[in-house]
């Protein structure tokens, strides 16, 4: 009963470990770490840190997975006091100027900052962005707004429920595979692809024709070789039997 105790509870023990950890990768897998480090701003309106979208098909890619639920958490520090009625930080989405289209260069504070963490929801970056269509950012950025910023780390809540402590990196791009382009094939090169697969055909066939000759050749020569042991010892057992029946008489 005792060896059957001890066996039921290191298989509870199991399951619970096994139940933890996907629950933890289940987790992380929403938690998507962007940067970990010092990125700092010259607190004048500056920079703390970019994400160029065009650059880096894993950051556009990054982008385009942001939702009505999603959140970005930074962790920061302000070094001096920023601009009245400002919190010191933002996210920033822009879109570059081009041709037939507007630039933007969209502010959005933090909805709230707790413990030198400021959070940005979804619904403010498409208010102060002015669409959901997040596929033409071309750049983010978080910047101050008027002290000195200093971006300790940036992670991509997809689902907006919170991190657990548990994050991962921004996750590669699994390209589709290429499409084989049409070519167009003329008469003349049809006519030189049959003949050369007839010749291809005809040299194996000749071969295989060989092969199996060789083969056959081969098969013939072995049976001769047989027959011919079997007579050889055939006759020299005759011969000693002959022999010892001279020997008795």
């Given at each position: 009963m005792?060896?059957?105790s001890k066996l039921l509870?290191?298989?509870?023990?199991?399951?619970?470990?096994?139940i933890?950890?996907?629950?933890?990768?289940?987790?992380?897998?929403?938690?998507?770490?962007v940067f970990e480090g010092e990125g700092k701003s010259n607190g004048s309106w500056g920079q703390a840190y970019n994400i160029n979208i065009r650059a880096d098909e894993k950051n556009a890619q990054l982008i385009l997975m942001l939702n009505e639920s999603s959140k970005v958490y930074v962790?920061?520090?302000?070094?001096?006091?920023p601009t009245i009625n400002t919190q010191g930080i933002e996210f920033i989405l822009q879109k570059w100027e081009k041709e037939g289209g507007d630039q933007k260069w969209a502010q959005t504070p933090p909805t709230e900052i707790t413990d030198g963490v400021a959070t940005f929801d979804y619904a403010s970056m498409v208010d102060t962005y002015?669409?959901?269509?997040?596929?033409?950012?071309d750049q983010i950025?978080?910047?101050?707004?008027?002290a000195v910023l200093t971006v300790k780390k940036i992670v991509f809540d997809i689902n907006g429920d919170g991190v657990n402590g548990d994050t991962v990196d921004i996750p590669e791009i699994k390209s589709e595979p290429d499409t084989a382009e049409e070519t167009t094939v003329t008469e003349e090169e049809k006519s030189e692809e049959t003949t050369k697969k007839a010749d291809e055909d005809k040299?194996?066939?000749?071969?295989?024709?060989?092969?199996e000759e060789e083969s056959s050749s081969g098969g013939v020569n072995v049976v001769l070789i047989v027959v011919i042991a079997v007579v050889v010892i055939a006759a020299v057992v005759v011969v000693i039997v002959l022999k010892n029946r001279k020997r008795y008489y």
């Open positions: 005792k060896k059957m509870s290191a298989a509870a023990v199991t399951l619970i470990a096994l933890m950890s996907a629950v933890t990768a289940f987790a992380a897998e929403d938690d998507i770490l962790d920061f520090e302000l070094e001096g006091t002015g669409s959901d269509d997040f596929s033409t950012v950025y978080i910047g101050d707004t008027g040299a194996e066939e000749t071969t295989a024709e060989a092969e």
